[in-house]
């Protein structure tokens, strides 16, 4: 059974850092790729980052390359991601999905794990 789970949200004053964490355990494909995703009150779920788990390729979307990290740690079957320099348009759920490399969509999803940044 897949399980995802994200954990390291938080309140964060603009200017600050965080670390997400996505867990994901129950594969049992040869590759996979976790992808995170955040959702703002009112807007659309927007991709931001996303990892090859065998091999480490990574990808951004434009508005947030330079300012997010995606990172993974094998051993603890755990995707990372860094976030610096917040402001308040970083405020959302972040989510964390799953799916085989070969597949258009991602099939496996977390609960999410807020993001609020304000003074």
Not at 5 to 29: D, I, K
Not at 32 to 47: C, D, L, V
Not at 57 to 75: E, L, Q, W
Not at 76 to 103: F, M, W
């Amino acid at each position: 059974q897949v399980q995802i789970v994200e954990s390291g949200g938080g309140l964060v004053q603009p200017g600050g850092s965080l670390r997400l964490s996505c867990a994901a355990s129950g594969f049992t494909a040869d590759g996979y790729a976790i992808g995170w995703f955040r959702q703002a009150p009112g807007k659309e779920r927007e991709g931001v980052s996303c990892i090859s788990v065998p091999d480490g390729t990574t990808h951004y979307a434009d508005s947030v390359k330079g300012r997010f990290t995606i990172s993974r740690d094998n051993h603890n079957n755990t995707v990372y991601l860094h976030i610096n320099s917040l402001n308040p348009e970083d405020t959302a759920v972040y989510y964390c999905g799953a799916k085989r490399e070969t597949d258009p969509l991602y099939d496996y999803w977390g609960r999410g794990t807020q993001v609020t940044v304000s003074s």
